[in-house]
T-cell receptor, first 111, second 118 residues
Framework: DAKTTQPPSMDCAEGRAANLPCNHSTISGNEYVYWYRQIHSQGPQYIIHGLKNNETNEMASLIITEDRKSSTLILPHATLRDTAVYYC????????????FGAGTTVTVRA | NAGVMQNPRHLVRRRGQEARLRCSPM?????VYWYRQLPEEGLKFMVYLQKENIIDESGMPKERFSAEFPKEGPSILRIQQVVRGDSAAYFC????????????????FGAGTRLSVL
């Protein structure tokens, strides 16, 4: 019941920026977009979240379109340790606590 | 700051035995969530608990599974009479809460317990 669409996989060269797209065309006006990643079956790691404005932290940047129907996670300088499955998540409508994980994007960073 | 602690990391059980998975939330967090990840699948929400209360257990199988988060001690996910289909990674997450649709709710995950049923 995921409400997001992501490409199944992408490759990225080490040291280059990785741009991960996500479509969430049914997102409600007050719903946050969250990004998590899961490295080789470890526990999911929180990356960043946003509502309307672009966000940046020490790990990544999040660009949200003006209509909020899509977003892009940017890893500015990908390293081999960034190889993981990246999940773009919106909450189940009306249930702020229920994170709905889809299949995510498998990102492979190559040397 | 210690993160979310789960134990054991690996658990092997024979069919029909009981499995108990433990989760200690991050310091200051009073909300706990359990998710299950079957092999080659995504994470699925199971249950949301606050201290001494089950808020939403809609993702829990109707039989054999139960969860608690007592006033003192860790949260426990209990699986009775395990079957091979219960083999999966079970992840616990915690948060500070945040009520309502407008609230952000950042959940921090533990490393998981990998249950193998022989």
């Amino acid at each position: 019941d995921a409400k997001t669409t992501q490409p199944p996989s992408m490759d990225c060269a080490e040291g280059r920026a990785a741009n991960l797209p996500c479509n969430h065309s049914t997102i409600s006006g007050n719903e946050y977009v969250y990004w998590y990643r899961q490295i080789h079956s470890q526990g999911p790691q929180y990356i960043i979240h946003g509502l309307k404005n672009n966000e940046t932290n020490e790990m990544a940047s999040l660009i949200i379109t003006e209509d909020r129907k899509s977003s892009t996670l940017i890893l500015p300088h990908a390293t081999l340790r960034d190889t993981a499955v990246y999940y773009c998540i919106v909450r189940v409508k009306g249930l702020y606590y229920k994170l709905s994980f889809g299949a995510g994007t498998t990102v492979t960073v190559r040397a | 700051n210690a993160g979310v602690m789960q134990n054991p990391r690996h658990l092997v059980r024979r069919r029909g035995q009981e499995a108990r998975l433990r989760c200690s939330p991050m310091k200051g967090h009073s909300h706990v969530y359990w998710y299950r990840q079957l092999p080659e699948e995504g994470l699925k929400f199971m249950v949301y608990l606050q201290k001494e209360n089950i808020i939403d257990e809609s993702g829990m199988p109707k039989e054999r599974f139960s969860a608690e988060f007592p006033k003192e001690g860790p949260s426990i996910l209990r699986i009775q009479q395990v079957v091979r289909g219960d083999s999966a990674a079970y992840f616990c997450a915690s948060s500070t809460g945040g009520e309502g649709v407008l609230a952000k709710n950042i959940q921090y995950f533990g490393a998981g317990t990998r249950l193998s049923v022989l």
